[in-house]
């Protein structure tokens, strides 16, 4: 089977602007899970969702969003960017609720 | 919520010796603990996994504890090699509902000299 894929890979924005991230899990898994990844905080949960539907949301503000599409492929979407905002953002994804597989990752630097 | 800490921060072993990275974690609700392996430039890849209902977990060089009662848990890795070098996370998960998500801990960078 397919990893866990995510695009684009690397990614250049300016404060203020926003971005959109994709995921798309292994085939027949409905779970998607968001992470944040940064060298002062390590991962941190963003989100989660499965079957279309956010069950369960970290400790980030409201400028950080996501949805999933029917066929389990997932978004997430970071509005009015800040520098801070510059990290690793990683998408895993788990059959049910098991064991959760990591895509490569989006580089995010925000300018 | 769910805290983890892991030590130690780094690690730096003689390839052949052991490898011994502990974490401890905070809500006793947690059942499922995973460890993953990150090297420059990817994604983390889990290497192994325990669950709550089991104390321990052996892959070839790769082994993992759990006590409940303390609440932490090990990896170890034994006849350790170069290619083992990378950033190793643990990680915890609760049972499910607004638990359901991996709280991580902040990793230990594992270099094994040749």
């Known amino acids: 089977k397919a990893g866990v894929t995510q695009t684009p890979r690397y990614l250049i924005k300016t404060r203020g602007q926003q971005v959109t991230l994709s995921c798309s899990p292994i085939s027949g898994h409905r779970s998607v899970s968001w992470y944040q990844q940064t060298p002062g905080q390590g991962l941190q949960f963003l989100f989660e969702y499965f079957s279309e539907t956010q069950r369960n949301k970290g400790n980030f503000p409201g400028r950080f969003s996501g949805r999933q599409f029917s066929n389990s492929r997932s978004e997430m979407n970071v509005s009015t960017l800040e520098l801070g905002d510059s990290a690793l953002y990683l998408c895993?994804?788990?059959?049910?609720?098991?064991?959760?597989?990591f895509g490569p990752g989006t580089r995010l630097l925000v300018l | 919520g769910e805290n983890v800490e892991q030590h130690p921060s780094t690690l730096s072993v003689q390839e052949g010796d052991s490898a011994v990275i502990k974490c401890t974690y905070s809500d006793s609700a947690s059942n499922y603990f995973p460890w993953y392996k990150q090297e420059l430039g990817k994604g983390p890849q889990l290497i192994i996994d325990?669950?709550?209902?089991?104390g321990e977990k052996k892959d070839q060089r790769i082994a993992v504890t759990l006590n409940k009662t303390a609440k932490h848990f090990s990896l170890h890795i034994t006849e350790t090699q170069p290619e083992d070098s990378a950033v190793y996370f643990c990680?915890?998960?609760?049972?499910?509902?607004?638990?359901?998500?991996?709280?991580f801990g902040k990793g230990t960078l594992l270099t094994v000299n040749p």
């Open positions: 990680a915890a998960k609760g049972s499910g509902g607004s638990n359901y998500k991996l709280t």
């Open positions: 325990i669950r709550s209902n089991v």
């Open positions: 895993a994804s788990s059959h049910r609720e098991e064991t959760q597989y």
